[in-house]
């Protein structure tokens, strides 16, 4: 009789997976099993013990293997067909044998498998009328491999996960098994019949079953969703509460609690847990130290589950954070300890969870103390949290119904001390103070957070700018560094000379700002364009004006006359500001900005001649600044006239030098003429690298370019010839040159000479006699797949073309492309033909991108047609590429011409979305122009089938009357009408503020970026908005009725401040009114419904702050017309006038403190104790360990309270307490209900001797039934004003209604205010910890 079954099959080396949990997994017998199974009975065991379901999951097993196999087969066999070393040669091959043999192995387990199956299936009992199978064994093919890998039969995933959870049942029986019934009975199911027999089995073997049959069901419930929706999560909590107990190891808890939340799969899962008193296990895990780590992980996944998963969001027409979240105080108070411990590994996560909480159940997290925990987090939490927790909080300020649960003037401020708090700190406090304005600028970026730092008036913001005030703060740099962050302002490349106190005049203009001033010739968007950003700053300065910025500045120049970095850093900061205001503010406003009082007053104090320094020092280096400035940076408007002190004077003079001695050079003797050929060399040898090359350069550029001499060159000397023939492709001398920088001389040298002979008569008569273009058209017939000779070495080949001058030819032939005759020549020479080829090669972009980047398409004629059938390349990255090149050519020419556009339009049909996309992007850059938009529309592209991204281009049509009437008879208008009114208006509102945040945001990511860029802060064009601009569209908007509902809703739903969707809706239609008010047409829409009084009420009073930012974006579109600033100024807002007079579309209130303010609130935050009352402890010594308990709350008197209680557990009179479940309940229920260290916590947990179990949680739960003391008849009355509380869902474990307590200021002392306001009661027991102090003498 064999030992065991041994691990591996007799055929080979293949692998059957073994299973220790019952034989649930895989359906193979574990060896202790086998051990006393007999020789002849083998094949009933198999029978027995393996069921249909496990045999299809060892054939599924193989299978899987016998894929991984074949693909190691395929790999070797690709790998043997590429030229290999003989070592790796030898390497694969033997690979390739291993896998060929294990697929035999493999192949013939199958078949033994399949044919014991079909044996067994074909003597069944009872003599099934079923149709069995009894046909050849199954085979590996590939349809049945992939099925059987995608998915897992449900009835079988089904019946295995039952069978799980039968034999967690079994092993958590063993308490109730007798010694004689250790043997299983007959009709013992195949699942549980290989599980240790829990009568017998040690403590860690059961322990091992357990994790083992866990870790199956879980991956059962992994692959098959199905089956997690069957089971009833009550039967598997269940199931593993003995792996919950405290005698269970820290990794059975973890594989518990990780199976329960896979069990979870809806809200009613989440119910149905709520129902199993799991609770206590919770506490106790997160309780625990960090060698549990692995056990605390779960716990605190599960509960992110149950957040995620039960979570009762807000509907839509409710506020922000009134949603509800299934754990009970006991479960949030353990999260909250673990999420304030700074030495937790785990805090990260549970600052994160408790955020998630704080959006969807604010009330909850008010109660049990949340809210403080995270604030104090954003103080001194870890720095990469702080985004998350300050996004958050300025999202509960947005709306006064959650603003309500912050305390006005202290919650929120904590972020501030950072940098309040840096007097003293040193150096070293630099990088906290750093992370602190980066939080500090992410709120004042908001409008939630600049309105919240403008209370008291603006006490917040004035506090940070009196920071700079203090001569001795080290780190001021920093608070001035936030300050130009916060108001966008990137300092130019030479401030750092500034701040050193260098001169400035030798600074010249820098060549990216030379080619910037290029670039402006190109028709793109104005670059001094104002943008939404551009409002926000206008307010930002104004608010940082009024809190005393400029002031403080000043007083940093008062504090030395001599000036240091720090000063000149405020004096820079000063003029910078002084520049913005200048240009974003209006002129009477500004002007208040730019008088600098004190400045001034401290330059004209003769009286103290240190302050007439300061005064003058500063006024004089702001001066400096602005001229310097004013010189080195490019002009904003396009061109300016040239100057006579320009920068550019001396590069233009010496061009003129240039200019004039080429005349010169042309007016050449013979004798000169001869002496210049002869010290070229070239006549004297053929070596080129002893040739002249300046003098050939010179005499390139000059003397030949007369046709005299040309013809001199060619038919006296031969010159021309000789010359020539070093670009010869078939004298491998140009060609073979190495592609590198010295050497691309000689390619400017073809160029220029191709030039020169293109000049004259007899140098375009020589080139259609030279052999040169043949040779090369020659080189290119090399290409063509079809050649009956093929070449080893072709002339453009792909590594001569990278590595060579080879690449030059394409340049060269560029410049006959530019005149009328060399376009003759090339076509005489069949170079155009050759073109075409190359367009249809595969992968040889690099010669498409040489032909197209090369050739001249100012001639109509083949350059265009080559061009456009690389636009249409059967290749798409070709495609791409053109695309892009003919991009760049429309961005380059001043104007677009009619052929460009025709091919660009072409391109709006390509198959690949990323070129439709590409030609979209090029087509609206180049319809800013009017006359190119007017072109493009007579030419009535079709844009339907493009979908989203073919939007902006519509738009842009829209805007004329042709494109307006083109759009209409395509029945367009009408259909976007709906679509906007209906849906367009609220993604538009979603867009925007999604771009603003972005675009204010320091946490962009790279990604990111592009976005932002593409948006450039300007107002994206909007439907109505753009049907304003044509008669045409406004007698449709008029028709159709829409601006009338969008003026009703206005003023209807204005100052709403609940309903989110409401307030989504008001915001999107103040988009489409400001847009429509952008117009000059749309304008008196405005003025016949008289709205803009209607939204100058909801700017000032809304309750909602997002909704007054909108406001103040929507009346600077307003603006943007003469006719709307001169309404608003009416209304005490001021427009934003460019030099000339014109409004730049941005609009600030004269009262900014109105703008800014919001009505005070009361803090209605109520972290009180638990209102579910116990019962006092009956004995006196009971009533001692309790009040004892309660003080370890206190951190004054803690120690003295640990102390005490382990003297008392000590005493014999005490001890029976410390083992009591009700006294346990006790501790357990003050935990849940108050606040209390995670080191305090694990303390009281560990005082009492008491393992938590099943027995002892059902004792836990009686006591909580027994102990609790129904309120008084007068309680509810006493707060009759009181709404009655919501009915909410069951909790994970079900709350009692709880009545608000506003918080008292300190937390340590409450226990010092009990009982005073109940003294009509009989004594119950508070959770208030009481005043008597155990432990002192």
């Not at 005149?819 to 992968?843: C, D, M, P, V």
């Amino acid at each position: 009789m064999p030992a065991a079954v041994p691990e591996h099959s007799s055929h080979g080396s293949l692998p059957i997976p073994q299973s220790t949990d019952g034989g649930t997994s895989n359906g193979s017998i574990t060896p202790t099993l086998v051990q006393s199974v007999p020789t002849q009975s083998w094949s009933t065991v198999d029978t027995a013990f393996l069921p249909d379901t496990d045999r299809e999951s060892q054939l599924q097993f193989l299978s899987d293997q016998l894929k991984v196999e074949n693909r190691i087969k395929e790999g070797a066999e690709n790998l043997l067909q590429m030229p290999l070393n003989d070592a790796l040669k030898s390497q694969v091959e033997s690979e390739l044998a291993t896998a060929k043999k294990k697929i035999q192995i493999i192949q013939k387990s199958m078949e033994s498998f399949s044919g014991r199956g079909s044996r067994k299936r074909s003597v069944d009992s009872n003599g099934s009328s079923k149709r069995k199978f009894t046909g050849k064994p199954l085979q590996p093919t590939d349809g049945w491999r992939e099925e059987g890998s995608e998915r897992d039969d449900f009835r079988s995933a089904m019946h295995q996960a039952n069978s799980a959870i039968k034999a967690l049942l079994l092993l958590s029986r063993q308490n109730s098994y007798r010694p004689n019934s250790s043997a299983p009975s007959p009709s013992a199911s195949p699942s549980t019949s290989t599980l240790p027999n829990p009568a017998t089995a040690t403590e860690a073997e059961l322990s091992r079953a357990r994790i083992e049959t866990m870790a199956k069901l879980i991956g059962i419930l992994q692959r098959n969703l199905r089956v997690r929706y069957e089971l009833d999560v009550g039967e598997v909590v269940h199931a593993v509460l003995p792996s919950l107990a405290d005698k269970a190891t820290k990794q059975a808890r973890a594989t518990a609690y990780r199976l329960i939340r896979h069990a979870l799969v809806d809200s009613h899962s989440v119910r149905r847990l709520g129902e199993q008193h799991l609770d206590w296990y919770i506490v106790k895990s997160l309780s625990r130290d960090n060698k549990h780590t692995v056990e605390k992980e779960q716990v605190i996944k599960l509960i992110r589950a149950v957040v995620d998963i039960g979570s009762e969001r807000h509907s839509p027409h409710s506020a922000i954070g009134s949603g509800t979240v299934p754990l009970s105080d006991a479960v949030m108070r353990a999260v909250i300890a673990v999420a304030e411990y700074p030495e937790d590994p785990f805090k990260p996560i549970c600052v994160q969870t408790l955020i998630e909480i704080l959006l969807i159940d604010i009330e909850l997290m008010a109660r049990t103390g949340g809210i403080r925990v995270l604030l104090h987090a954003l103080a001194e939490g870890p720095p990469e949290m702080a985004p998350l927790l300050s996004t958050a909080f300025l999202h509960i300020v947005d709306s006064p119904k959650t603003r309500a649960y912050l305390h006005p003037g202290t919650d929120l401020e904590i972020a501030l001390s950072g940098i309040t708090d840096a007097y003293g700190k040193g150096f070293d406090y630099k990088e906290k103070m750093k992370g602190c304005t980066r939080i500090v600028s992410s709120m004042l970026r908001t409008w939630s957070g600049l309105m919240y730092c403008c209370l008291n008036d603006m006490t917040a913001i004035r506090t940070v700018i009196d920071c700079l005030r203090i001569p001795s703060l080290e780190t001021r740099e920093v608070i001035l560094d936030m300050f130009f962050d916060l108001l966008n302002i990137r300092p130019p490349e030479w401030h750092r000379a500034f701040i050193d106190g260098k001169r400035l005049t030798m600074y010249r203009r820098s060549r990216q700002s030379a080619d910037m001033g290029k670039q402006a010739s190109i028709p793109h968007r104005l670059q001094d364009t104002l943008k939404l950003t551009d409002q926000y700053i206008a307010l930002l300065i104004l608010v940082f004006s009024k809190a005393g910025l400029l002031d403080a500045l000043t007083s940093m120049f008062e504090e030395s006359s001599v000036g240091s970095a720090l000063s000149r850093k405020a004096t820079l900061l000063m003029a910078e500001i002084l520049q913005k205001a200048n240009r974003v503010l209006p002129l009477s406003i500004a002007a208040k900005i730019q008088a600098l009082p004190r400045v001034f007053k401290l330059a004209s104090d003769y009286n103290d001649n240190e302050h007439r320094i300061v005064g003058s020092s500063a006024l004089s280096a702001i001066d400096s600044f602005n001229r310097h400035r004013s010189r080195l940076e490019p002009a904003m408007k396009g061109e300016t006239r040239p100057r006579a002190n320009s920068v550019e004077d001396a590069v233009r003079r010496g061009r003129q030098v240039e200019q004039a001695k080429l005349k010169t050079s042309m007016q050449m003797d013979d004798k000169a003429f001869q002496t210049l050929l002869l010290d070229t060399q070239v006549m004297l040898t053929k070596d080129h690298t002893r040739w002249n090359f300046d003098t050939l350069q010179e005499l390139i550029d000059g003397p030949l370019h007369n046709p005299k001499r040309m013809e001199e060159a060619i038919k006296v000397s031969r010159y021309i010839r000789k010359l020539m023939s070093f670009f010869y492709p078939s004298n491998h001398r140009f060609c073979d040159l190495p592609n590198t920088k010295a050497n691309y001389r000689w390619v400017r040298i073809g160029c220029a000479l191709l030039d020169a002979l293109m000049a004259s008569p007899d140098g375009i008569r020589f080139l259609h006699e030279d052999e040169f273009l043949g040779q090369l058209v020659k080189g290119f017939a090399q290409l063509d797949p079809l050649t009956p000779t093929p070449v080893p070495d072709p002339l453009f080949s792909k590594k001569r073309v990278q590595e060579t001058l080879t690449c030059g030819y394409f340049e060269m032939l560029g410049i006959l492309s530019k005149q009328k005759e060399g376009i003759e020549l090339l076509e005489k020479f069949k170079l155009f033909t050759a073109f075409y080829h190359l367009t249809e090669l595969r992968s040889r972009e690099d010669l498409i991108k040489g032909v197209v980047e090369n050739l001249d398409y100012s001639i109509d004629g083949h350059s265009r047609i080559v061009l456009s059938k690389a636009l249409t390349s059967v290749y798409k990255h070709v495609r791409h590429y053109a695309t892009n090149y003919l991009g760049g050519l429309i961005r380059s020419s001043q104007t677009a011409n009619a052929w460009m556009l025709r091919l660009l339009l072409t391109q709006l049909y390509d198959p690949m979305p990323e070129v439709r996309e590409l030609a979209v992007r090029f087509l609206e850059e180049a319809c800013e122009s009017t006359d190119v938009l007017q072109t493009v529309v007579e030419m009535q592209p079709t844009l339907d089938h493009l979908g989203e991204v073919g939007h902006p281009l519509l738009l842009k049509f829209l805007s004329t009357p042709t494109g307006f009437r083109f759009l209409y008879a395509a029945d367009y208008i009408d259909r976007e009408m709906e679509l906007w009114l209906n849906e367009r208006n609220l993604h538009y509102v979603v867009h925007i503020e999604v771009f603003l945040s972005k675009a204010f945001s320091q946490n962009a990511s790279e990604d990111d970026d592009a976005d932002v860029l593409a948006f450039e802060g300007i107002v994206p064009p909007h439907f109505y908005g753009v049907m304003a601009k044509t008669e045409l569209g406004c007698e449709v908007l008029q028709e159709k009725g829409h601006f009338a509902e969008f003026a009703h809703f206005i003023r209807r739903h204005g100052l709403e401040s609940e309903d989110q969707e409401v307030i989504l809706k008001l915001k999107s239609v103040l988009w489409a009114v400001g847009n429509i008010g952008a117009t000059e047409r749309g304008l008196p829409f405005l003025e016949e419904e008289e709205i803009i009084p209607a939204i100058l009420e909801i700017a000032e009073q809304s309750l909602v702050l997002s909704v007054r930012g909108t406001c103040f974006f929507v009346l600077g579109l307003i603006s943007s017309t003469p006719q709307g600033s001169e309404i608003l100024d009416d209304y005490h807002w001021e427009a934003t006038l460019s030099p000339l007079g014109l409004p730049t579309g941005l609009c600030v209130p004269v009262d900014v403190d109105k703008f800014v303010s919001i009505p005070h609130w009361d803090c209605v935050a109520s972290e009180s104790a638990d209102d579910s009352r116990i019962s006092p402890p009956e004995s006196d010594e009971e009533l001692e360990v309790m009040t004892t308990i309660y003080n370890l709350a206190n951190t004054v008197i803690a120690n003295a309270a640990s102390r005490s209680l382990t003297k008392m557990k000590s005493k014999p009179e005490y001890r029976h307490i410390f083992s009591s479940p009700t006294m346990f309940y006790r501790a357990l229920h003050t935990i849940s209900s108050q606040k209390y260290r995670l080191p305090v916590r694990r303390y009281i947990f560990d005082l009492f001797n008491i393992d938590l179990d099943v027995d002892v949680i059902r004792q836990l739960s009686e006591c909580a039934i027994s102990l609790r003391t129904p309120l008084t008849a007068e309680e509810p009355a006493r707060e009759p004003s009181e709404p009655s509380p919501v009915e909410k869902p069951p909790t994970f474990r079900p709350r009692p209604v709880r009545h608000h307590v506003i918080e008292s200021d300190e937390e340590e002392s409450d226990m010092e205010e009990e009982v005073t306001a109940k003294k009509p009661r009989a004594p119950v027991m508070s959770l208030r910890p009481k005043s008597r102090i155990i432990g002192f003498s």
